[in-house]
């Protein structure tokens, strides 16, 4: 989540861009809300029309269909009575706009003020925040209602064929998570994991190993072995799609894997770097 104004919300835009572009990690958000403050003398339609052709600006810069988009949403703050910013300006008084002289003088005035101006600040956002005027990084519809839902939605439009990664304890400090899916490209690239090999692991690697390859995409078949090809259609449509490079009749059989993994982190699969490499494994 950021905050801007219109002076410098195309520079917050280009910079939500750059923070998805690069968001490949397990624990890196994988989109930005941002929050505009729009004055009442502001022009809202004209504004709103000006960063929608900046994000499809964007889009395009990015190498995507405006069709299919980015996960960028703008919440605009129109504050029409002026009230936000006149509050916004005492909060900025009472915080560090007071010479040395002032603050003393009102010192047993101003702590109970800031309370109160704090409290008339998040009222007034919140009111402002329910308007829900939006715009998106995505030619496609979004439905607006309540705002983690309108997020959510707008996730499952631009990332129309992600790929499940129920990889547990990449959040804590402990989980060996990082670990073991390494640990588990590296044996699929040597084509090591079957039953036998499943086996063997400890159980903090087995589960974690038949909840992702199992479970979840159907790469291991009834007697363990990997499968030419997953039950997940969006799994097997990726492998077919690799398959299908290689066999082109265009007198090239080579493939650029850092170019694949680079299309598996975007749109419409929005793969995280480890998701990415156990995919390129399998």
């Known amino acids: 989540v950021s905050f801007t104004n219109i002076p410098l919300l195309a520079a917050q835009i280009e910079n939500a861009f750059r923070n998805w572009r690069d968001a490949r990690g397990v624990d890196q958000p994988k989109g930005e809300l941002i929050y505009c403050y729009v004055g009442r003398e502001s022009n809202l339609a004209a504004v709103r029309e000006g960063a929608r052709d900046r994000l499809r600006r964007c889009v395009q810069k990015a190498g995507l269909p405006w069709e299919v988009g980015v996960p960028i949403a703008i919440v605009f703050l129109h504050d029409k009575d002026g009230a936000l910013g006149a509050k916004v300006a005492e909060h900025w008084v009472l915080e560090r706009g007071m010479e040395a002289r002032e603050a003393q003088r009102f010192e047993n005035f101003v702590p109970d003020r800031k309370g109160v101006v704090h409290d008339e600040l998040a009222n007034l956002f919140e009111n402002l925040r329910r308007q829900r005027d939006m715009v998106f990084a995505t030619g496609q519809e979004v439905p607006i209602s309540l705002l983690t839902r309108t997020l ?40 090591r994991v079957d039953r036998e090999w499943i086996t063997a692991r400890q159980s903090r690697e087995r589960n974690r190993v038949v909840e992702v390859l199992d479970s979840c995409w159907g790469a291991l078949d009834g007697a363990g072995a990997v499968r030419l090809l997953p039950a997940h259609p969006t799994v097997r449509a990726v492998i077919e799609g690799i398959d299908a490079r290689l066999d082109a009749d265009d007198g090239d059989a080579s493939l650029c894997l850092g170019a694949v993994a680079r299309e598996l982190c975007l749109p419409p699969y929005g793969c995280n770097i480890a998701a990415t490499g156990l995919v390129l494994a399998l």
């Open 152 to 191: 959510a939605a707008l996730f499952e439009r631009v990332y129309a064929k992600s790929i499940p990664f129920p990889f547990d304890g990449f959040t804590t400090e402990r989980g060996n998570a990082a670990t073991d899916c390494a640990m588990f490209t590296r044996e699929l690239f040597l084509g």
